[in-house]
């Protein structure tokens, strides 16, 4: 079981550029996110999926878009990047069953805008 | 609205020693909190969770964290700092919602 996959590892990307990170879980999860990390802010979230066909906007979305398709996959795309969304994205997910639920975390894509 | 306060960013223990580090929650449900920690180029995996079962909740590795309600606290201690446990913590809170709020994180050094 290989659990949280994000793709990929790690990207420089001009400004301007389009840009979608990949993340796919195994574990049949109801609820997926994305956070992006920074120094000295932690774990911020950017978007959410509780099921499939679902998003919402977590506490930074500016800039980011997302879809949920299926189960499975939870991609986050940005539009037009720009040098402050330079950071280390998270993808994670979680059963789904209510608020002691456990959420699992993917490796991360370390993203730098120039 | 949920949240959590770490004191300290950075923490630097001598192996052996004692390692604690301080987290502070504010919530207006009854809470569910977690510590986390990421090891250096890797994602966040769960070291505990408060369920309200216990207050004191023992995790993986040696961590112990005890809930007390009087003081919104949520303190991790490990009796004896081992070299692997260099790493950041996280301490986050359960919404309503069910999302998770993070505090800033807490670096932790250990000295040989």
């Known amino acids: 079981i290989a659990g949280i996959t994000q793709a990929p590892t790690s990207q420089i990307l001009a400004a301007g550029r389009r840009m979608t990170l990949r993340c796919t879980q195994d574990?049949?999860?109801?609820?997926m996110y994305w956070y992006r990390q920074d120094l000295g802010l932690g774990l911020r979230l950017i978007h959410y999926s509780n099921t499939a066909g679902t998003t919402g906007k977590g506490e930074v979305p500016d800039g980011y878009s997302v879809s949920r398709a299926n189960t499975d996959d939870f991609p986050l795309t940005l539009a037009s990047a720009v040098p402050s969304q330079t950071s280390v994205y998270f993808c994670?997910?979680?059963?789904?069953?209510?608020?002691?639920?456990?959420?699992?975390f993917g490796p991360g894509t370390r993203l730098t805008v120039l | 609205a949920q949240s959590v306060t770490q004191l300290g960013s950075h923490v630097s223990v001598s192996e052996g020693a004692l390692v604690l580090l301080r987290c502070n929650y504010s919530s207006s449900v009854p809470p569910y909190l977690f510590w986390y920690v990421q090891y250096p180029n890797q994602g966040l995996q769960l070291l505990l969770k408060?369920?309200?079962?216990?207050?004191l909740v023992k995790g993986i590795n040696g961590f112990e964290a005890e809930f007390k309600k009087s003081e919104t606290s949520f303190h991790l201690t490990k009796p004896s700092a081992h070299m692997s446990d260099a790493a950041e913590y996280f301490c986050a809170v359960s919404g309503v919602d069910y999302k998770l709020s993070f505090g800033a994180g807490t670096t932790v050094t250990v000295r040989a």
């Open positions: 574990m049949r999860h109801n609820a």
């Open positions: 994670a997910s979680r059963p789904g069953g209510g608020r002691l639920d456990t959420q699992y």
């Open positions: 408060y369920t309200s079962a216990a207050t």
